[in-house]
């Protein structure tokens, strides 16, 4: 998209966000696209570090949860003003996301995976079992203070209110990802995603760039925690466990990775799908586990995959046979 | 201090039973199995359920029967049919396993706790060095080494072994040669995931049974088969005990963090050496 | 003393207890081209990996430019203007062509990335699918994506590593021409390996001849042919 493309879309999608809080009048409705909101910016982070490093994290809960406990634990120890632990939150993590990441970017193929499942449950045991500080597995508040960047709390916990916050979050990190990437920043970390070796060869030190991926897609899942956080001023070891990893996964999957707002979308499906399910939601895990493996087989591409190349004109030629190397990064 | 060092080569015995399981399944198939913590719970659970009507010692063959048939129809209708894809879409797919088998789990058996108590036959204690270790423990390293030495044998002595040692290096040209590759995997994989289940039996006595048994023991599986080396079975059963050791070590000086330890002992084995100790065998 | 752009002084490589490369001294002067043949296993490909880093020197040195590099890594040795292709096509397979292209020339410093990867990709017949994806192109045009990302950037020293493989005559041919008058144009020195004949006589100026890892004749085209330990060892009578 053109730069003025771009600012006219970033406008128009605020302006939209703001027409639905305000125009709708039912709690629970407000509640649930709230809910979709946070969980399509943990989505995007899973999406980007699958989509620029072409790596698969199943433990990105990690900065989910972590973010909130954070917060909980600064707010309580009354250690620094809300808006620093906020900061503290995000920042903090998305610096530990890039240190371990030196480490574990290096680490080939599905090992990679292996290695963030093991930290992610490794997050969750120790939250669960540190009843002193973290309130064990009973979880604990998180006791915002009246005012939050000048603006009171009362007001963003309001349904329309914290629609707009996340929704703006959204669109606001849609737009960086996408100014972002489109930059070489974006160039150097798919060359090295394609192919690492042939990128070392032109002259791109490939460590840094997936270590930084890596670190942005932290931090955008840390938000998502910051806001959730907010939303029921609650933390619990729950915002750590594999499941809600599987959870994001399964949106990114569903969603596809062709285009960035791919994982979005996939959010959106859950939680249509989840209302449509209703008391069925009981066997969640199992439900969405099954509906993991179904689209993985037969819809690798995702929706948003699907949805582009129907929008796309056909080919005049049918692309000739490609031989050489394998596409994707991902080798075992 | 005995006792902890003791309770190390326990659980180093019972990762060994449990990652190789792991390894065999990815060296022939490439695939990593995320689904193996929960075939390890579900084990489990069975021989509980086993053993309410019957005893252990069924118990222990019935369940790693069981596993081991999940897996021959695990392979065959999965990794085999997505033999073709990438890598990750298998591996995504024993992602979705693992969330389905857990719910399973709670749905049928419940979150709270269940024990299973020592077989009698084994519910002695012996005295070793002035400390009264249960004999049953005393087995379980029994068991384990004998997993560690019976499938090395068998992997260097045996026509099969030679097969799957064969195929986990060059699949294609062993299906050349008149190799059955397909029956070969899901030998393979039945074994694979019948260790699995084994493994679940074999703990169940001195480990309670709950839902988060999988995630408890998944961790340190899967540190254990990335610090030996992704297919390795030697650098799993080394990596295995080196882990219980550690664990063990941990729980005597750093008792309240020693959960993290595995996790710090892998980040010190990946920056000395990023494809683990002893490599893949690609 | 001539000034090589590009020296080898006693390069070993062995590995596993096989002597790849047992003893090899090259020189590349500016704007030559160096043609380098010899039998499959000879070393040749090995060599090519010892000057760029890839592969650990056994022994012996690697000098670019006079200075010795053989302790530099691959991405320090490309900033000093060294750049390969590869015998297996190797190009980054989701992006488009022009993107990556410009992304390689880029990365080497120069000024105008844009022009310089599209004068390059004008040259290589590929500028029409400036924006097709490296997945999409056929055989061919892929290792000719390969050749590009090799050329752009203007490097001092680029090393082809069996750049015609697969191609049919016609297209090798083609590409021999092509590839001569842009190095001669960009005063690119040039170390070519390549099976084919034709090519490696039809362009090179000088020849090195490859067995068993060691060199076995040296020369120009004429002198290596009529050498008769290089008629016996690799052209047979029909050279």
Known sequence: ?332 | MFIHLFNGLVYGALLIIMCSGLALIYGLRRVVNFAHGSLYMLGAYIGYTVMLKTNFWVALAVAPAVMALFGVLLDRYGFRLLQNRDPLTVVLVTFGLLLVLEDFVVAVWGKTNLSVSTPAALAFSVDMFGHAVPAYRIAVIFVGAAVALGLTAWLRLSRAGLFVRSASTDPVTTAMQGVNTDRLSAFVVGLGCALAGLAGVVAAPFLSLSPSMSSDVIIDSFVVVVVGGLGSLAGAFIAAMVLGMVQALGTVWLPGSSVLLPFLLMIAVLIWKPAGFAGSRT | ?239
């Open chain 1, 1 to 332: 998209m053109k730069t003025s493309h771009l600012s006219i879309a970033t406008v128009a999608a605020l302006a939209i966000g703001a027409a639905v809080a305000f125009g709708l009048s039912s709690g629970t409705l407000l509640s649930l696209l709230t809910q979709a909101t946070h969980y399509a910016i943990f989505a995007l982070g899973v999406g980007l570090l699958l989509r620029q490093n072409g790596m698969v994290s199943f433990g990105h809960a990690l900065y989910f949860g972590s973010s909130g406990y954070i917060i909980a634990i600064l707010l309580q120890l009354k250690a620094v003003p809300a808006e620093a632990a906020v900061g503290i939150a995000v920042l903090g993590l998305t610096a530990f996301a890039f240190v371990i990441g030196l480490v574990i970017v290096r680490v080939p193929g599905v090992a990679f995976g292996m290695l963030t499942l093991a930290i992610g449950q490794m997050a969750f045991l120790t939250a669960s079992r540190s009843r002193g500080l973290t309130g064990g597995a009973d979880g604990m508040n998180v006791d915002w203070p009246s005012t939050l960047f000048g603006v009171p709390t009362e007001l963003l916990l309001k349904p329309a209110g914290m629609l707009i916050l996340s929704w703006s979050v959204l669109v606001l990190v849609l737009l960086g990802l996408g100014v972002l990437l489109r930059g070489r920043f974006g160039s150097v970390t798919e060359a090295t995603r394609d192919n690492e070796e042939r990128a070392r060869f032109i002259g791109i030190r490939t460590l840094l760039p997936r270590a930084a991926v890596y670190a942005l897609s932290g931090g955008i899942t840390s938000l998502a925690g910051v806001l959730a956080a907010l939303n029921t001023g609650f933390i619990s070891p729950e915002g750590l466990h594999w499941s809600l990893s599987g959870v994001a996964l399964m949106m990114v999957v569903v969603g596809g990775t062709r285009v960035l707002w791919g994982p979005a979308l996939g959010a959106a499906v859950y939680f249509l799908a989840k209302d449509v399910l209703g008391d069925h939601a009981q066997h969640w895990m199992a439900i969405f586990g099954t509906a993991l493996i179904v689209v993985i087989v037969f819809a690798p591409e995702g929706l948003s995959g699907a949805l582009c190349r129907l929008l796309r004109t056909p080919r005049r030629q049918p692309p000739a046979p490609a031989a050489g190397n394998p596409s994707a990064r991902v080798a075992h």
């Open chain 3, 1 to 239: 003393m001539t000034d090589y752009v590009l020296q080898t002084e006693d390069v070993a490589i062995h590995y596993g207890g096989v002597k790849a490369v047992d003893g090899v001294a090259m020189t590349l002067e500016r704007g030559q081209i160096r043609g380098l043949i010899g039998p499959n296993g000879a070393g040749k490909s090995t060599v090519i990996d010892a000057i760029t880093g890839r592969r650990r020197l056994t022994r012996g040195k690697v000098m670019l430019g006079g200075a010795d590099v053989s302790a530099l890594g691959v991405v320090e040795r490309r900033s000093r203007g060294l750049s390969r292709s590869f015998q297996r096509t190797s190009v980054f397979g989701q992006m488009p062509v022009r993107k990556q292209v410009e992304l390689a020339s880029y990365k080497m410093g120069t000024p105008d990335s844009h022009a310089d990867a599209d004068e390059v990709l004008r040259e290589l017949s590929l500028d029409h699918l400036g924006d097709t994806v490296a997945n999409d192109l056929g055989y061919g045009e892929q290792r000719r994506l390969d050749l590009a990302i090799a050329l752009v950037g203007h490097p001092t020293v680029l090393l082809l590593d069996e750049p015609m493989a697969g191609l049919s005559v016609k297209e090798s041919l083609s590409l021999a021409q092509h590839l001569k008058a842009l190095t001669a144009r960009r005063k690119v020195s040039v170390l070519l390996v390549e099976h084919d004949m034709d090519v490696v006589f039809g362009i090179s100026d000088v020849v090195t001849v490859f067995e068993l890892g060691r060199v076995i004749a040296a020369g120009s085209p004429a002198e290596v042919r009529a050498n008769p330990r290089v008629r016996e060892a690799y052209l047979g009578s029909a050279a």
